[in-house]
């Protein structure tokens, strides 16, 4: 019997080679400016074209200011080429471009479920190792090179090696207060970043299947930091509604296709790992890579010096009572409207406190921004001290121009903490939304329920 993976790869294969791999058709490509550029003028150069400019589509996401007014610009030195050459090849070729001034913009991974361009059953590649954020929706999407997406622009195909399959399951329900985010760092701090390397994931279980949608994105999202291929989740209703109207998707819904899109009950993975959710606690990470995560009411562990060294914290310290100095609420991972709320619910009524330096909200698209502007959501972040920017990836990496205060220490929504990630010396906490705020608010690393219990009292 087949795994869901199973009846995607199959459905997709167009032959095997002779060292054995398989070429798979591609139904999906999203480029963005950081690397869109490169590859359709390589293409454009070497006088090939696209196989379907019409399953090609393109973003400025990356490296766009998004400070309100922003106009068509960057703050990273040398930016305005990758923008302008991108726009250039996008024009040349006929690709759907979803510019900086576009009502839909932002980041990849957010618009193209907003758009109906993910669907269930498709592949979906991009330049970008978070593109298995779509998988949520049933999908076979995956992070590629720029010479990988040339020759899928061109050929519509791309060679691979069959990857191995995992199963997490996810047992019973969360706690309150305990999100999608949590599950993730807490697979992760469980068993390694590198604990998916060479597999697919198919995430399963209880409390996935009680998710909404916006949650199994942030689940799959974190697949690259488990070192997967991609991550999957089975389609359902939840799915179909999701998509139902957005512009590309297509008139006649929920066709017999995607119905099928399960494992089978009787199905075999190459590996299972079973994770009570019951059992998670709000998660932060206490070093320099996603592994380095523990429960928020927990103690730093002892880990490798590096880590210890750069993030300046030692081993069997609290975690809850860090000192932070700036905060930020976004990207693909944690950039959505029900983020924004969960965040907002929080900081209502309330102020960040004076030793926090900076403060950032970065919608994950425009569409987002809109929805948040429409439910007072922005008016909530400005009167609690955070600024209300535009939509794009904005500091979830550091692409120079725009940074934080020199050292500082970043409690952060987005999905990585290295060394660097957010600027040089930067000290980097993720977690979720909520831990965001409720760290903002007490100008150190805290406990979000701790601010549910004072709502409810």
Excluded at 14 to 35: N, Q
Excluded at 43 to 72: C, E, K, N, W, Y
Excluded at 307 to 325: F, K, M, N, Q, S
Excluded at 346 to 356: D, F
């Amino acid at each position: 019997m087949k795994t869901l993976f199973d009846k995607i790869w199959e459905a997709h294969a167009v032959t095997t080679t002779a060292g054995g791999a398989s070429l798979i058709a591609i139904d999906r490509v999203f480029l963005h400016e950081r690397t869109g550029a490169a590859a359709l003028a390589r293409m454009q150069a070497m006088g090939r074209s696209l196989a379907d400019p019409a399953r090609v589509f393109a973003v400025m996401d990356h490296i766009v200011d998004t400070r309100p007014g922003r106009g068509d610009g960057t703050l990273m030195h040398g930016g305005e080429g990758f923008i302008t050459e991108t726009r250039a090849a996008c024009h040349r070729a006929g690709i759907t471009l979803f510019d900086i001034d576009h009502p839909a913009q932002g980041i990849v991974h957010v618009i193209s479920p907003e758009q109906g361009i993910v669907l269930p059953g498709c592949t979906l590649v991009a330049p970008d190792s978070h593109t298995c954020t779509q998988g949520a929706f049933g999908a076979l999407a995956w992070g590629i090179g720029s010479s990988e997406a040339e020759h899928a622009m061109v050929t519509g195909t791309l060679r691979l090696e069959r990857p191995g399959t995992m199963r997490v399951t996810f047992t019973g329900q969360l706690a309150e207060g305990v999100t999608a985010k949590d599950m993730a760092l807490a697979l992760i701090a469980a068993h390694g970043a590198g604990g998916g390397v060479g597999h697919v994931v198919e995430f399963a279980g209880e409390a996935v299947r009680a998710l909404d949608m916006e949650g199994r994105m942030t689940l799959c999202n974190m697949a690259t930091e488990f070192s997967a291929m991609t991550g999957l989740i089975a389609p359902d209703e939840k799915t179909f509604a999701l998509l139902a109207g957005r512009p590309y998707a297509p008139a006649l819904f929920a066709e017999p296709y995607w119905l099928s899109l399960a494992s089978d009950a009787d199905a075999r993975f190459d590996g299972e790992i079973t994770i009570d959710a019951a059992a998670i606690a709000p998660m932060v990470s206490w070093g320099t890579s996603p592994e380095h995560a523990v429960a928020v009411t927990g103690a730093v562990p002892h880990g490798p010096d590096r880590a210890h060294e750069y993030i300046g914290l030692e081993p069997g310290a609290r975690i809850a009572g860090t000192p932070i100095d700036a905060a930020f609420i976004g990207s693909c991972t944690n950039g959505r409207i029900s983020d924004l709320r969960r965040a907002a619910a929080i900081l209502k009524g309330r102020r960040i406190a004076p030793r926090v330096r900076k403060a950032l909200v970065v919608p994950g698209s425009m569409a987002v921004r809109r929805a948040a502007e429409a439910e007072g959501l922005d008016k909530v972040f400005e009167a609690a001290g955070f600024e209300w920017r535009m939509s794009g990836c904005s500091l979830c990496f550091y692409a120079g121009g725009e940074g934080f205060p020199e050292e500082a220490r970043v409690i952060s929504s987005t999905n990585r903490n290295f060394e660097g990630r957010q600027g040089p010396g930067i000290r980097t906490h993720i977690a979720s939304p909520e831990t965001v705020a409720a760290s903002a608010l007490a100008g150190a690393i805290a406990d979000p329920r701790t601010f549910r219990q004072e709502e409810s009292a």
